[in-house]
Structure formats: C-alpha cells, structure tokens
C-alpha cells in the first residue's frame, strides 16, 4: 500500500488532530457553561465513551464530537489518500457512537451530542443544552 506517511508517522498525524480539535472543542463548551453559569458538571467521568461532561445528578452526559473524527453530515469528508482506510476508520468511528449512545441510555442516561461546528454559534448550543435540561427536569 503507498501512503505518503508510514505506519508510525500516521498515527503520530492522527494523534495530533485528534486531540488538537478535542481540546479547543472542550474548550469553547468550558467558556460557554462559564458564561451561562451551568455548573453542575464532571470532566472524563468513568462512563462508556468516556464523555466530555457529565451531569450526575441529572443523569446527563454530553460529547462534543469533531466534525471529521464523528462524520458531521455538513463537514464530515474522506480524505483523498488511502480512501478505503479512511472510510472503514471512519465508519467505525460512527458506529462506536451509536453503540456509546444505546449503553448509556440502556443505564438511564441522557445523551447529548454537540458539533464542533455548533461551537461557532453558542447560542445554539445554550438552547440544545437548556432544552436538554427542561426535559430531564420535566419528568
Ligand atoms: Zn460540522
């Protein structure tokens, strides 16, 4: 298989943007829950998946998922080297979502995904969450 990177130096690339849009994604949600005063929340708590924020006393949890690792059906692409890699490495992303999504549900919990994407609008990402709220509070 040609590649332009070798084996090693591929993961170190993956590695890189993994945790380079993880971060700054986690920390746009940080400054908004800071603005809004939500507070209540957990970092990296022990679940499946291991989301980025939890809310135990609600039962709630929430990803932020980057637009090229989760698949964003706006931003979501396949590069244009190693294409079938990238599919299969892809699809698998999504479909360990799903998978993440059905346990935590299975054990009573709410699943909130956020966009990468839908940090550039923080008032978008108030509604989805307060609505969240409202709903979990309702029952
Ligand atoms: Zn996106």
């Given at each position: 298989m040609s590649d332009v990177f070798s084996k090693q130096k591929r993961s170190e690339v993956m590695a890189h943007i993994h945790s380079c849009d993880n971060k700054s994604t986690e920390q746009a949600l940080l400054r908004i829950f800071r603005t809004h005063h939500i507070s209540g929340w957990r970092r990296h708590q022990l679940l499946p998946g291991k989301?980025?924020?939890?809310f135990r006393n609600i039962k709630l949890v929430i990803f932020v998922d980057g637009c090229f690792w989760h698949g964003c059906p706006k931003h979501g692409r396949i590069p244009k080297t190693n294409q079938k890699y990238w599919r299969a490495k892809l699809d698998a992303n999504k479909a360990r979502d799903r998978k993440i999504n059905r346990e935590l549900m299975r054990k009573g919990w709410h699943v909130l995904r956020i966009w990468e994407?839908?940090?550039?609008?923080p008032d978008k990402i108030i509604h989805k969450i307060t609505a969240a709220l409202d709903m979990i509070h309702k029952k």
């Open positions: 989301p980025d924020f939890t994407h839908e940090m550039r609008s």
